[in-house]
């Protein structure tokens, strides 16, 4: 039975605050690394500190008030000048903090938490005494000469086990983020798991009582990263309560002229009576989906808190000095895509801090500050929202990614020739990729970059590298502003109508074929001075080429861009998105319904390309659909 029966909403209120507490707190910490005498921001560590700890008190969870209370102690003699913040106590700091969100992970089981780890506590009492604290090392784990085997499903037990030194139950990728994200800063794949700074201990509690511990902070961090809830302002409420009112109205309007037609009052007072209300129920929906979906967004900022600390964390243990740079932290995005950016952002990051930036000596030999910068940026541009993921290091070549690519046998020599530098950056997202001779605890195993691409994906997304040598690297991500609409190019081919996200769309152009050239075996069409091949809609659907394609639709993606050879075309809309969810044919993202009643799949041009030429399963779900 849960220790806190009775009290489940006030507990997950407090685990909610604090958590939003704590998160400022290790943000805060990373600033006053750099800025060690401003009094200003220790007086606002204490003060979040003091408030985590007077709710853990309300709640009796008393081995969390102990560790708070030590830690709270030891922000008093900072700010009081009886103790200097140097690089060891910050680490000890992190490290309390780290058991603090540990406990919070035992207490959302229902269940008071263990007792700290026991060299947390002895390192802040040593510290309150002025001796030097010290913490025992993390372990890390052993490196390979050679990089480990590609695979589409790495071996995460094993990941597990290395990272933390412990046996670990079976567990999935997504398992293993949640589970791991307690223990260590979470990464994975290229970046992997990285285990936390050499000067920070890892939990060190009883034997007998870890699995159990650790287990339920596991599930509960696995619940929490999916939260069912949402913050709305109470204006926007508002809105939506004001607009469904005025559509009431309507609705009362619209009755009354109804029961007058049918008395036969056909007059053009009243038909033109008619056709205003319904124009202003239209506007007052439109008006009423926007409302409803701004309740759906929330700044990014609540993700970007986090990363702060992961950056600092992975910073020190590689000896390396970077500063990441937060910006555009008010824009909002759809609260779903902010949970499912969460590890794609962390890769990139870790990434950057990792293999993008180089070590201080590297840096003052060439000539750069000895601190890095790593941005992270968030904005919004028309109907998108743009992240930008940028670091002043050593950036990336194109030709060495090229070479290694085919050394690895991702591509031929033949295929590597033939690629511009765009797609050439492009091959580190190929599973399996990796210029690392080493595998450590921290890189080389060559999944990384490819969980970034399918994450992205996923959120009907798209991701561009540009880099130069010497300078640095950018990542831009492009995402729609919410997964619930999606604005589609609606094609024909012949009178069946089909849905492209309009986030590829680029042009629309007729197709002349007496401009189509033969390269290699391929069509081709020649645009603005790019060779790009033209494939048929039909042969992607393996559906038979009836007739040329009329209408060719420049269509890029985060691998490719070509010509895509349609009917003609049924104009642009913003289509609900409703998922399939007995089964999915491949190419098929989901479903739309269209204002006179009609199905239209919503296609996966990324998964059709991918599979061009093998269309049994989409031709079988077109059938079971009806719409074939």
Request: aromatic share 4%; proline share 5%; hydrophobic share 40%.
């Amino acid at each position: 039975m849960s220790d806190f029966a009775g009290m489940e909403e006030l507990l997950q209120d407090f685990l909610q605050e604090a958590s939003d507490l704590l998160s400022d707190v290790d943000n805060k910490l990373v600033d006053l690394e750099k800025m060690p005498d401003d009094h200003g921001l220790l007086n606002e560590i204490f003060r979040g500190f003091h408030t985590v700890k007077g709710g853990a008190g309300f709640l009796n969870a008393t081995e969390l008030v102990t560790l708070c209370h030590l830690t709270e102690n030891l922000f008093d003699k900072l700010r009081n000048g009886e103790l200097e913040l140097t690089a060891n106590l910050m680490d000890v700091i992190m490290a309390a903090t780290k058991g603090v969100r540990e406990m919070f992970g035992e207490l959302g089981q229902g269940v008071q938490p263990q007792p700290a780890d026991p060299h947390v506590i002895n390192a802040l009492r040593a510290a309150l005494e002025g001796e030097s604290p010290e913490i025992p090392a993390a372990p890390v784990a052993p490196q390979a000469v050679e990089t480990a085997p590609a695979s589409d499903e790495p071996d995460w037990n094993a990941l597990h086990s290395a990272v933390t030194g412990k046996e670990a139950e079976p567990v999935t990728q997504g398992e293993l983020i949640t589970k791991l994200e307690a223990e260590v800063p979470p990464a994975l794949g290229e970046i992997s798991v990285s285990p936390q700074p050499a000067a920070v201990a890892p939990t060190g509690r009883r034997a007998s009582d870890q699995p159990s511990s650790q287990a339920a902070a596991g599930r509960r961090a696995d619940e929490r990263g999916r939260e069912n809830t949402i913050r709305v302002d109470t204006s926007r409420l508002d809105q939506v309560l004001n607009l469904s009112g005025e559509i009431g109205l309507t609705k009362n309007r619209l009755t009354s002229l109804r029961v007058d037609i049918l008395a036969g009052k056909n007059d053009s007072e009243t038909l033109q009576a008619l056709d205003q209300a319904v124009s202003q129920l239209d506007l007052l929906v439109s008006d009423l989906q926007n409302s409803v979906m701004k309740t759906r967004m929330q700044p990014i900022g609540r993700l970007f808190q986090k990363y702060p600390r992961i950056a600092r964390d992975l910073a020190r243990q590689l000896g390396k000095d970077v500063e990441l740079v937060l910006a555009g932290e008010e824009t909002e995005v759809d609260k779903t895509m902010i949970e499912d950016l969460a590890d794609p952002l962390i890769h990139l990051i870790r990434n950057a801090v990792d293999h993008g930036v180089e070590m201080p000596a590297e840096r003052q030999a060439s000539g750069k500050p000895v601190k890095s910068l790593v941005r992270l940026e968030a904005r919004q541009e028309g109907d998108h929202i743009v992240l930008i993921i940028a670091d002043d290091g050593k950036g990336m070549s194109a030709e060495r990614i090229r070479a290694k690519a085919v050394e690895k046998g991702l591509v031929s020599e033949e295929e590597a020739n033939m690629l511009d530098e765009r797609q050439s950056l492009n091959l580190i997202f190929l599973p399996g990729f990796s210029t690392m001779a080493q595998v450590s605890a921290v890189s080389g195993r060559g999944v990384g970059m490819d969980v970034v691409k399918t994450n992205i994906h996923k959120l009907n997304g798209s991701i561009e590298i540009r880099s130069e040598p010497g300078k640095g690297s950018v990542f831009i991500i492009s995402l729609p502003l919410t997964l619930a609409i999606l604005p589609v190019l609606l094609v024909l081919l012949g009178d069946q109508p089909f849905a492209l996200p309009l986030s590829m769309v680029r042009e629309i152009l007729p197709i002349d074929q007496s401009r189509i050239q033969e390269v290699g075996g391929k069509e081709t069409l020649v645009v603005r001075g790019e060779v790009l091949p033209v494939i048929s809609l039909a042969s992607m659907l393996g559906w038979p080429l009836e007739r040329y394609p009329e209408y060719g639709v420049f269509m890029q993606t985060t691998e490719r861009s070509f010509i895509l050879g349609v009917d003609s075309f049924a104009g642009r809309d913003d289509a609900v998105i409703k998922s399939l969810e007995d089964f999915r044919p491949k190419g098929v993202a989901g479903v739309t319904t269209l204002s006179n009643g009609q199905i239209v799949l919503i296609l996966d041009m990324k998964e059709l390309l991918a599979d061009l030429g093998q269309h049994a399963d989409m031709r079988a779900g077109l059938r079971a659909l009806e719409l074939v």
